[in-house]
């Protein structure tokens, strides 16, 4: 079945960057749009961006400006660099195809993302 394994997820002070990854197995990747989403503390998982096929992507209001997403076909990879980052952006972060459909049931474990002093 699918697998989705992302990683590079810490503890970053405010106003910091980090850059994360997600590889997806077990998939023909490159026909998918794909999607970064979090789950903060308390709350329900949304999505943060999303990727098309074609490259071209899209950001919610909380990524805007902040974060970019990529994606590497080639090595089934996504990725979500993020600058700026602040406390509120404290989550799980986790991909998926976009929107996730029937392929809900394969989120992975996420990596986790701490933005404190």
């Known amino acids: 079945q699918v697998q989705f394994v992302e990683s590079g997820g810490g503890l970053v002070q405010p106003g910091g960057s980090l850059r994360l990854s997600c590889t997806a197995s077990?998939?023909?990747?490159?026909?998918?749009?794909m999607g970064w989403y979090r789950q903060c503390p308390g709350n329900q998982r949304e999505a943060v961006a999303w990727?098309?096929?074609?490259?071209?992507?899209t950001y919610f209001p909380s990524a805007t400006d902040r974060f970019t997403i990529s994606r590497d076909n080639a090595n089934n990879a996504i990725v979500l660099q993020m600058a700026s980052l602040k406390p509120e952006d404290t989550a799980v972060y986790y991909c998926?195809?976009?929107?996730?459909?029937?392929?809900?049931?394969?989120w992975g474990q996420g990596t986790p993302v701490t933005v404190s002093t």
């Open positions: 998926n195809k976009y929107p996730p459909g029937t392929w809900d049931k394969y």
């Open positions: 990727i098309r096929r074609s490259g071209s992507d």
């Open positions: 077990n998939v023909n990747f490159d026909i998918y749009d």
